[in-house]
């Protein structure tokens, strides 16, 4: 069975820095899958932040471009979201996911994800 388990959440003022992991256990992305952040704040539906895909290909949010690094350590199966600058904006559930989006202009679309982690709390003040 694939397990996704976040952690890393908290709170934080705007303009600090928070670094999520995310440790995926059954699954190993190839080349053509992805591993993905996303985020949803209340009232609001779930959005993409950044994914990685498993030839080394990454993409991002525009939200979140130049402030948010995903990176994937390979070995251990753990993707990391380091979000610097945080804005009262990025406040929200982080979910991690795994698939296989037909594309990577796909990859921030939370239908094309098949696993989902359980989601850690990200609160910016």
């Known amino acids: 069975d694939v397990q996704l388990v976040e952690s890393g959440g908290g709170s934080v003022q705007a303009g600090g820095s928070l670094r999520l992991s995310c440790a995926a256990s059954?699954?190993?992305?190839?080349?053509?899958?992805?591993m993905g952040w996303f985020r949803q704040a209340p009232g609001k539906e779930r959005e993409g932040v950044a994914a990685?895909?498993?030839?080394?290909?990454?993409t991002y949010a525009a939200s979140v471009k130049g402030r948010f690094t995903v990176s994937l350590d390979q070995v251990n199966n753990i993707l990391d979201l380091q979000m610097n600058n945080l804005k009262p904006e990025d406040t929200g559930v982080y979910y991690c996911a795994a698939g296989h989006p037909s594309s990577l202009y796909r990859a921030l679309s939370p239908s094309d994800y098949t696993y989902w982690g359980q989601g850690t709390q990200v609160t910016v003040s």
């Open positions: 059954g699954y190993t992305p190839n080349s053509g899958a992805c």
């Open positions: 990685f895909r498993g030839d080394g290909k990454t």
